[in-house]
């Protein structure tokens, strides 16, 4: 066989998926997510989403040739920096501003978050996509407002409660609604920022 036939299916495979337009792979994407959040991952099914976006189960499965592959792709296509853009000035303005934030994409987020933990736990690449979308871009944003803390002067580069406050913030996130049934919304997070976090930093 030679170079060029066997490189024949590859390109015919890549003729195929260009044919989709990146409004019309974002409304798959789209459709997918929100399945997984109305009826949890194991409910989705490619068919589902097929019908509920009107298109053939054929031309998902030529994109994307498994659910996981599908909705590891979905991810990584509607990933978003909630944190960035944050700076007020000050880091404790920051963290105000970071628990507002937080609050206003916390329903939706968790729930997502919440309906893909048993999977990712038995799938390596869902778990890769659901750290680089919802939880490493916001981590990385974090830290840029608390190195700006630090040239400021405002806190001391090695303090060690900043290595935990990404964690204590996402992690209200996800389990407030599983100890309490509660969203972690404004006013919880506010008051967590204020009681917590900005005394430990020795801000005010």
Known sequence: MTSQAA???????????????AEREQQFFDAVL????????????????????????????????????FVAAALRATR???????????????LRAVARAAA??????????????PVVMQDRELAKALRETLIEPEVRALQEIFQRGVERGEVAAGHPALEYI???????????????????????????VDAVIIPGLGLT
């Open 80 to 94: 978003c920096v909630r944190f960035a853009g944050i700076d007020t000035g000050s880091l404790a303005g920051d």
């Open 166 to 192: 990404p964690a204590q913030l996402l992690g209200l996130l996800r389990l407030r609604p599983v100890l309490e049934g509660r969203d972690a919304d404004e006013e919880y997070l506010s008051r967590f």
């Open 104 to 117: 206003e994409w916390s329903d939706r987020d968790t729930t997502l978050f919440q309906a893909l933990v």
């Open 34 to 69: 929100e399945q997984i959040r109305e009826c949890g991952y194991e409910a989705v099914t490619m068919e589902g989403v097929a019908a509920s976006t009107r298109c053939s189960k054929s031309t998902l499965y030529r994109q994307w040739k498994t659910k996981p592959q």
């Open 7 to 21: 490189d024949a299916p590859e390109t015919v495979a890549a003729s195929r998926r260009s044919k989709l337009t």
